[in-house]
């Protein structure tokens, strides 16, 4: 008969990342039967906050964080992940040849280190604060802050202390979706889900992103975009309230909009045509031109103070392209303008 009692429940005293052995003694003098007393023996092994799956060496394992992503970007099962509650849901199984980690599990509770019961950047960001040893960051005060969408980029407006975005873009054929992130030295990781596009932005030492309007994100191939839900973290690990602007709404809070434009002329042209530029300092200027696909087809590098009329004679097939203006005033490398003008070419 199996007799089930509670020998230990005073789980506070342990501490993480340990294992340790049970040995529990069973003893019978019961009437009619011989004396008899035995020994059993099992073990458990307590997980620390951050060290979210037996798979992954300890806390501070790269794994961790990329198991984090994963779950909220929805693609856990598809890298054979188990999702389980607590260490306690582990029963690990053997495969063929007796490996019990062939059993993969993603430990929810050592995920949730904001204790939230949520997994999102603010876990991302606060399991980087763990394991950079900087687990005591915490009073971090931050403005509210703002992300805008347009058919062709995602801008970025905040007090330069976000260290991490979550976002959903929903519309239509999201699969043919590019995106492209544009600020060196962070790590964007995005799926699809249906309708329903959900992007991570983080950095593996919360560097936060630049003060003030940022290109975020390029965009090509887009349809139907809105704002799902979007969420942001500080460096701290806190929530930063963020207000979403869709329909090229940039312009009404950029101190810049009105010191950067390009036209193209003749439009439409047969492939000749000529791009000015306006600018009000100096500034280095990238022109790219695209196809409805979103690739490459011309691009052309130059420094504009001022007007400065670029011409193109390209060899290119009848139909609609993008030409976009990337201005960075110089000594201001965080306040980068973009603009986007269509150009159809006519045989």
């Not at 970025?156 to 600020?183: C, H, K, M, W, Y």
């Not at 309708?195 to 003030?212: A, F, H, M, Q, W």
């Not at 191939?221 to 806190?238: D, K, M, R």
Request: hydrophobic share 40%; proline share 4%; aromatic share 10%.
């Amino acid at each position: 008969e199996d007799i089930v009692v509670p020998l230990f429940t005073d789980f506070g005293v342990l501490t993480p990342g340990m294992t340790y052995n049970i040995a529990v003694r069973t003893y019978t003098n019961t009437a009619g039967y011989a004396e008899f007393s035995a020994i059993a023996t099992a073990a458990f092994e307590t997980y620390a906050m951050g060290h979210v799956s037996p798979a992954a060496d300890d806390f501070e394992d790269v794994l961790n964080v990329t198991l984090m992503i994963a779950k909220i970007n929805g693609t856990l099962e598809g890298l054979g992940y188990d999702d389980i509650k607590t260490a306690a849901d582990f029963f690990p199984k053997e495969d063929d040849n007796g490996d019990k980690d062939a059993h993969l599990v993603f430990i929810f509770d050592a995920a949730d280190i904001v204790v939230d019961d949520k997994i999102n950047i603010l876990d991302v960001v606060a399991w980087v604060n763990l394991q950079k040893g900087d687990a005591a960051k915490s009073d971090v005060f931050s403005d509210e802050a703002a992300i805008y969408l347009s058919p062709s980029q995602i801008r970025f407006e905040s007090d330069g202390t976000v260290a991490g975005i979550q976002f959903e873009l929903r519309g239509s054929n999201l699969d043919q979706l590019q995106l492209e992130l544009l600020p060196e030295g962070y790590l964007f990781s995005w799926s699809v889900s249906g309708n329903t596009l959900t992007g991570v932005i983080y950095s593996l030492d919360n560097k936060p992103l630049p003060e003030g309007m940022i290109d975020l994100i390029s965009i090509a191939n887009a349809q139907n975009l809105s704002w799902g839900e979007v969420i942001a973290a500080n460096y701290g690990a806190q929530p930063v309230e963020v207000n979403t602007r869709e329909d090229d709404a940039t312009d009404i809070d950029d101190p810049l909009a009105d010191a950067f434009d390009v036209t193209v002329y003749p439009n439409p042209s047969t492939g000749q045509f000529y791009t000015e530029v306006n600018t009000t300092s100096a500034s280095d200027v990238v022109l790219r031109l695209y196809d409805v696909s979103g690739r490459t087809v011309a691009s052309k590098q130059l420094v504009v103070t001022g007007y400065e009329t670029v011409s193109w004679n390209e060899d290119l097939r009848p139909g609609l392209y993008i030409l976009r203006m990337v201005a960075t005033p110089q000594g201001q490398p965080g306040e980068s303008i973009t603009r986007d003008v269509r150009v159809l070419i006519n045989r």
